[in-house]
């Protein structure tokens, strides 16, 4: 799982204050630097600290090989020498080159290439590969992955701090965010129009928060009379169906700000919150994981069966939907909203007339990402070990709930759990236990989108960054995006990589006359804007 304990988590922590000031005290810090000197010493720390002992090299258990770690100063010049969106770039060929036998031994876990799947692959990618990147330009003293992750959090919804222009107070805005910050738990929010409760058909329930393209739209109650409630009666061109990341829900202040940024570009939002995220205690243990389509799955099963009169549980064929559906989600939202058009292929189209996706964040392989996830430094000082310690909380409330406190349960190993020191020593005693995987190294290999990208068949856009913290920077799987020269370009993935941004930061952008995401108003913050430019791009292509 992504560990996410500041960057996408919906409740407000009683540590939020503290954190805020400590972005802003750092924010001050960088301003009062003349060079950017400031920023390349955490980057070359953080990374020569993740790389000592046994991380200079670390074992791959899936190809039972060692893998060298780069030092950070040929990563760093590497990033000099390409430009901002890497996959437009002869660079970004040279790097797929590199990775091309070694993603050839990530055998595909969804849908088989038919020559059936292979057509409306080969027509989503023309569509894909069309759409132009626009360019994540943030102010050079405020583009450190650290600042750029925490203040993505809790400085996003600042226009101030979103984006930097003549107008922009910076210094004004973080202190009076510092000044306002709620110590609130609170997961009550008036942004969406309609909570809608959806039983799963193993005892338990999510729910899907719904936003509106069409704001005169009355809102409605959630008493089941209304049919067709994801969607607007009228003026929308789609539904967007959201997924947050771990621990985060649809009240978080990213949550809300992709929400806009779709329905500014005319589409309904549907945002499913995983079990146990929408303020209310799920009815099963676990809940949840980095690979769960089940809901989604029964989601996009229900709005089927109500556009069609007919129960795909139940076996029936329905006819071709008309009602656009577009699939979004950030970090392990984004695995999974990967993972299932993989499992679907063709039928996503066909069967629930998805028409395309757009995701950012994407963890890709989580074998691999765990080792900078846990490695010693930053890391594992600041972002693990809090998660880590939600997690726990987590774990004893499922304990006390469904195993009636027994911490001998066979449901998983408590004990183990409790003094892991690692987010790979909890999901090797907790997750792996619970869902039936052999141990924490299968449950990443059976869940990881990596695995599952040969069977996607609609237009997608993958926007990661390549400093994200939490994902190993050596690996970015070009090969499998409709621009990699050296392949038949038939996968519909658009796979942009920005050199900033953090874990789903890209904060402090610096819109110029020419650009694309500053002409549509800035209404949203860059990531989603440029998330709905791809979802609109789609819509118009067709």
Not at 86 to 97: E, F, H
Not at 177 to 198: G, I, P
Not at 210 to 227: E, M, N, P, T
Not at 297 to 303: A, S, T, V, Y
Request: glycine content about 8%; hydrophobic content about 35%; overall charge negative.
């Amino acid at each position: 799982m992504i560990p996410m304990p500041f960057v996408s988590t919906g409740i407000r922590s009683k540590r939020a204050p503290l954190a805020v000031f400590c972005v802003y005290v750092l924010s001050i810090i960088i301003q009062s630097l003349t060079t950017e000197a400031f920023t390349n010493i955490l980057y070359d720390y953080h990374h020569e600290s993740s790389s000592r002992k046994d991380h200079v090299n670390y074992i791959s258990y899936k190809h039972n090989q060692i893998v060298p770690a780069r030092s950070p100063l040929l990563r760093l010049q590497a990033q000099e020498e390409n430009v901002n969106q890497i996959g437009s770039t002869a660079a970004a060929v040279t790097s797929s080159t590199r990775q091309a036998t070694e993603l050839s031994t990530y055998v595909n876990k969804g849908a088989k290439r038919s020559e059936t799947i292979r057509r409306y692959q080969e027509r989503a990618s023309k569509i894909a590969s069309s759409f132009k990147p626009s360019k994540f330009k943030p102010l050079p003293l405020l583009k450190n992955r650290h600042l750029q992750t925490i203040s993505g959090v809790f400085l996003r919804s600042d226009p101030n701090c979103a984006y930097i222009t003549k107008e922009s107070r910076i210094l004004s805005s973080l202190l009076q965010t510092v000044a306002n910050q709620k110590e609130s738990q609170d997961l009550d929010c008036d942004f969406w129009d309609l909570r809608k409760r959806m039983d799963t058909p193993d005892g338990d329930f999510y729910h899907v928060d719904i936003k509106y393209a069409v704001h005169h739209r009355q809102k409605l109650s959630d008493d089941g009379d209304h049919k067709f409630w994801w969607r607007s009666n009228e003026g929308s061109k789609g539904t967007v169906m959201v997924l947050h990341g771990l621990e985060s829900n649809s009240n978080s202040t990213l949550s809300t700000d992709m929400a806009d940024a779709y329905v500014n570009a005319g589409f309904d939002v549907a945002f499913l919150n995983f079990r146990g995220c929408s303020g209310v205690p799920n009815d099963t243990i676990g809940g949840y994981h980095l690979g769960f389509t089940d809901d989604l799955q029964h989601l996009l099963n229900h709005i089927t069966s109500q556009q069609n009169g007919s129960n795909v549980d139940g076996g029936n064929n329905p006819k071709d939907p008309k009602w656009p559906i577009y699939l979004s989600g950030f970090s392990l939202g984004a695995n999974v909203v990967l993972k299932a058009l993989g499992e679907l292929g063709e039928s996503a189209q066909t069967m629930y007339n998805i028409r395309g996706a757009s995701v950012t964040g994407a963890p890709f392989d989580q074998e691999r990402n765990i080792h900078f996830v846990d490695g010693p430094g930053f890391n594992r000082a600041i972002y693990a070990t809090n998660f880590l310690r939600t997690m726990k909380v987590r774990a004893q409330d499922q304990l006390e709930k469904f195993c009636d406190g027994d911490v001998c349960t066979v449901d998983f190993d408590y004990e183990m759990g409790m003094k892991a020191k690692t987010i790979a020593e909890f999901e090797n005693a907790f997750i792996a236990k619970v869902y039936g995987f052999t141990d924490n190294v299968d449950y990443y290999q059976q869940t990881s989108c990596i695995y599952f990208l040969d069977g996607i068949a609609v237009p997608t856009l993958v926007l990661n960054a390549a400093d994200d913290p939490f994902f190993d920077p050596d690996f970015f799987p070009w090969e499998k995006g409709c621009d990699f020269r050296g392949g038949d370009g038939t996968l519909p993935i658009k796979l942009v990589q920005t050199e900033n941004g953090g874990h789903l930061g890209y904060m402090f952008h610096q819109p110029d006359g020419g650009d694309v995401v500053g002409s549509v108003g800035m209404k949203s913050s860059w990531m989603p804007t440029e998330l709905a430019r791809f979802v609109r791009h789609i819509h118009d292509c067709e």
